[in-house]
């Protein structure tokens, strides 16, 4: 199985909304043990290892990109 990065929701926008909403009255600490407990369980639910570990590539590489991107806008 190849990790899929184009949307695969018929309503993708609806699908963001669910997960913004189900971190609202959380606290930080809270917001982050749902991440975590979400991403463990679709990773079972994927059940494939190279697939995580392309997901971990790329994720990773999103938020160092971001993180870099503003630095840069701050420098300036």
């Known amino acids: 199985m190849a990790l899929s990065t184009s ?8 699908a963001f909304r669910a997960v913004v909403e189900a971190h609202r009255g959380l606290s930080e600490e809270q917001s982050a043990e749902l991440d975590a407990a979400l991403v463990l369980i679709l990773a ?10 392309e997901a971990i590539v ?3 590489r999103r938020v160092v990109e971001a993180d870099q991107q503003q630095q840069q806008q701050q420098q300036q």
């Open 7 to 14: 949307s695969n929701f018929a309503k993708p926008d609806d």
């Open 44 to 53: 079972n639910h994927i059940g494939d290892l190279d697939v995580l570990r």
């Open 58 to 60: 790329l994720a990773k």
